[in-house]
């Protein structure tokens, strides 16, 4: 059984940093795009950021901020939070699928998700 389990949310303040976690269960995901997107209290899911064959792409408002990277022998990525607004405050999901998108389906396995509140 393939799982993705998130980790890391939690409350910070404005300017703030967190590091969230993503392990893969299940198959190895190595060849995998591995993203991340989130979801803010009443709005669609939008992309984050993924990584896949080395490279990274963000969603504009992240960028400088974040940082997306992957431990493949470990099956997990990461997403380093810096400098974190009011507007990052959202649930976070991992996903995993055959290539990169920003496209939330174009990718097979999601996590549960984690919360993530940046207070002013």
């Known amino acids: 059984q393939v799982q993705l389990v998130e980790s890391g949310g939690g409350l910070v303040q404005a300017g703030g940093s967190l590091r969230l976690s993503c392990v893969a269960s299940?198959?190895?995901?190595?060849?995998?795009?591995m993203a991340w997107f989130r979801q803010a209290p009443g709005k669609e899911r939008v992309f984050v950021a993924v990584?896949?064959?080395?490279?990274?792409y963000y969603r504009d408002s992240v960028k400088g901020r974040f940082t997306i990277s992957r431990d493949i022998a470990k099956n997990t990525v990461y997403l380093q939070m810096n400098n974190l607004k009011p507007e990052d405050t959202a649930v976070y999901y991992c996903?995993?699928?055959?290539?990169?998108?920003?496209?939330?389906?174009?990718?097979?396995?999601w996590g549960q998700g984690t919360q993530v509140t940046v207070s002013s």
């Open positions: 996903a995993a699928g055959p290539v990169g998108s920003g496209l939330d389906d174009r990718y097979t396995y």
């Open positions: 299940g198959r190895a995901f190595g060849a995998s795009a």
């Open positions: 990584i896949m064959s080395g490279h990274q």
